[in-house]
């Protein structure tokens, strides 16, 4: 065992093998002898999903109230995501940024479409969240024509694991290994208005925040504290960038968490970057600009991607955003989100709950890892992101019927 951490957004943790079955089946040992131990020991070797649900290699099933941490929107095969991506895959899956497609062409534009972008906006496509917010990084370096010498994010912040957004994210365990990191990132306390007016001034660049935080626990900002981010940013002729990688693509029961009255409080960032649910367990992520000024922060040939935006990302993405159209699964979640949260606090053992939509943390009175471990033996993935909180992001289109069985059990998991 080499990770010991016990939160996982990343997707790096839930890695100690003690959380999972007591078999020590021979996939465990293949698995140790061929892949990097990053991860730590795999909990599970599953071979199938379907809907809410996924299979491991003895046939047990799982609810997976994960969804791949916050990643299949859709759930597990969804035909409209299978369709599309075999369509795809049949009529052209490559061609690099030499080109465009038509899948292509069509997400960025359903993208301006959803998050009602203005003219001159728009879409850089890649593959993954900590690419969506490098992109943003090398943006933030051109602000104000270059030369605005540090970032600012928030202290909890998750925004990836590659050196610049490694920078960037908070805790100094995924960073200091790693020494020297990407210079000119200031962490502030997290819901702290007055030490972010004494930490930004007009030689800041960009200030990252996640609207929701999902590596902490799962929570959103004090009221005011976004707006009052707008406001600084915008006087000290600062970006703001929001992370919408974990809260965005319907996650919150809106599509992007900051289009949330509750949660953006009205404000209209100059960057969001997103992966994650978008590509319904397609690897893609996208940092969009907002307004012509933010495009033009980056010119051609400044940045770039082999992969990203190809055409079968881009036609999962594309099969993502129009079933959450068509199944009105943004009223799904918000009526669901809603639900669950009320029936989560009547559970006695349950301290807290927070998050919005199907992004909840919920703070047990409990030891989350043991819970986590217990939940796994009943058949459900749920996620220990902190000692005290576990993380639930199950697929956007879960229902009630199946979340119940997980309400019924959930006292008797976290009692032990
Ligand atoms: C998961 C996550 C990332 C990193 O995304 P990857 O696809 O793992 O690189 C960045 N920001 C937030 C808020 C995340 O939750």
Redesign the pocket.
């Given at each position: 065992m080499t990770e010991t951490t016990t939160s996982s957004?990343?997707?790096s943790a839930g890695s100690d093998s003690s959380a999972g079955t007591e078999q020590a089946g021979t996939w465990r040992d293949d698995f140790s002898r061929v892949l990097s131990p990053v991860f730590g020991s795999p909990q599970l070797d599953l071979v199938r999903g379907q809907g809410s649900k996924v299979w491991d290699a003895s046939g047990k099933e799982y609810l997976d109230l994960l969804a791949g941490?916050a990643v299949n929107a859709l759930g597990h095969c969804h035909p409209a995501w299978v369709k599309a991506i075999s369509e795809q895959a049949g009529t052209l899956g490559h061609i690099s940024n030499f080109f465009t497609s038509p899948p292509q062409i069509a997400l960025a534009s359903k993208l301006h479409e959803i998050l009602d972008l203005p003219a001159g906006s728009a879409v850089f496509l890649s593959n993954?969240?900590?690419e969506a917010?490098e992109a943003a990084f090398k943006m933030a370096r051109r602000a104000g024509g270059g030369g605005r010498p540090f970032v600012i994010a928030v202290e909890g912040a998750?925004?990836?694991?590659t050196m610049g957004?490694l920078a960037l994210t908070a805790k100094a365990a995924y960073r200091e290994p790693f020494a020297p990191g990407v210079p000119g990132v200031v962490h502030v306390p997290y819901g702290d208005v007055d030490a972010l007016a004494a930490a930004i001034n007009d030689t800041c660049a960009a200030v990252f925040i996640?609207p929701v935080q999902?590596e902490v626990g799962v929570r959103t900002h004090p009221a005011g504290y976004l707006q009052k981010a707008r406001e600084l940013t915008r006087s000290a002729g600062a970006l703001l960038v929001l992370?919408e990688?974990?809260s965005g693509m319907g996650r919150t029961g809106h599509w992007y968490a900051h289009q949330d009255p509750e949660i953006g409080e009205g404000v209209v960032p100059d960057i969001i970057s997103s992966?994650?649910g978008l590509g319904g367990g397609m690897p893609i992520?996208a940092t969009i600009t907002v307004g012509a000024e933010n495009t033009k922060l980056l010119e051609a040939g400044q940045h770039g991607t082999t992969f990203g935006g190809n055409p079968l990302a881009s036609a999962a993405a594309l099969a993502v955003i129009d079933t959450i159209e068509t199944e009105d699964l943004l009223t799904h979640v918000r009526d669901t989100g809603q639900w669950l949260r009320g029936e989560l606090e009547q559970v006695a053992v349950v301290k807290s709950v927070s998050g919005a939509g199907l992004l909840l943390g919920v703070e047990i009175d409990g030891d989350a890892k043991a819970a986590a471990a217990r939940a796994l033996e009943a058949g459900f993935i749920i996620n220990p992101v902190t000692p005290e909180r576990l993380r639930l992001a199950p697929p956007l289109t879960i229902t009630r019927e199946e979340l119940q069985p997980f309400l019924t059990a959930l006292p008797g998991l976290i009692a032990g």
């Amino acid at each position: 065992m080499t990770e010991t951490t016990t939160s996982s957004s990343d997707s790096s943790a839930g890695s100690d093998s003690s959380a999972g079955t007591e078999q020590a089946g021979t996939w465990r040992d293949d698995f140790s002898r061929v892949l990097s131990p990053v991860f730590g020991s795999p909990q599970l070797d599953l071979v199938r999903g379907q809907g809410s649900k996924v299979w491991d290699a003895s046939g047990k099933e799982y609810l997976d109230l994960l969804a791949g941490i916050a990643v299949n929107a859709l759930g597990h095969c969804h035909p409209a995501w299978v369709k599309a991506i075999s369509e795809q895959a049949g009529t052209l899956g490559h061609i690099s940024n030499f080109f465009t497609s038509p899948p292509q062409i069509a997400l960025a534009s359903k993208l301006h479409e959803i998050l009602d972008l203005p003219a001159g906006s728009a879409v850089f496509l890649s593959n993954s969240g900590t690419e969506a917010n490098e992109a943003a990084f090398k943006m933030a370096r051109r602000a104000g024509g270059g030369g605005r010498p540090f970032v600012i994010a928030v202290e909890g912040a998750f925004h990836g694991r590659t050196m610049g957004s490694l920078a960037l994210t908070a805790k100094a365990a995924y960073r200091e290994p790693f020494a020297p990191g990407v210079p000119g990132v200031v962490h502030v306390p997290y819901g702290d208005v007055d030490a972010l007016a004494a930490a930004i001034n007009d030689t800041c660049a960009a200030v990252f925040i996640e609207p929701v935080q999902g590596e902490v626990g799962v929570r959103t900002h004090p009221a005011g504290y976004l707006q009052k981010a707008r406001e600084l940013t915008r006087s000290a002729g600062a970006l703001l960038v929001l992370d919408e990688v974990q809260s965005g693509m319907g996650r919150t029961g809106h599509w992007y968490a900051h289009q949330d009255p509750e949660i953006g409080e009205g404000v209209v960032p100059d960057i969001i970057s997103s992966a994650k649910g978008l590509g319904g367990g397609m690897p893609i992520g996208a940092t969009i600009t907002v307004g012509a000024e933010n495009t033009k922060l980056l010119e051609a040939g400044q940045h770039g991607t082999t992969f990203g935006g190809n055409p079968l990302a881009s036609a999962a993405a594309l099969a993502v955003i129009d079933t959450i159209e068509t199944e009105d699964l943004l009223t799904h979640v918000r009526d669901t989100g809603q639900w669950l949260r009320g029936e989560l606090e009547q559970v006695a053992v349950v301290k807290s709950v927070s998050g919005a939509g199907l992004l909840l943390g919920v703070e047990i009175d409990g030891d989350a890892k043991a819970a986590a471990a217990r939940a796994l033996e009943a058949g459900f993935i749920i996620n220990p992101v902190t000692p005290e909180r576990l993380r639930l992001a199950p697929p956007l289109t879960i229902t009630r019927e199946e979340l119940q069985p997980f309400l019924t059990a959930l006292p008797g998991l976290i009692a032990g």
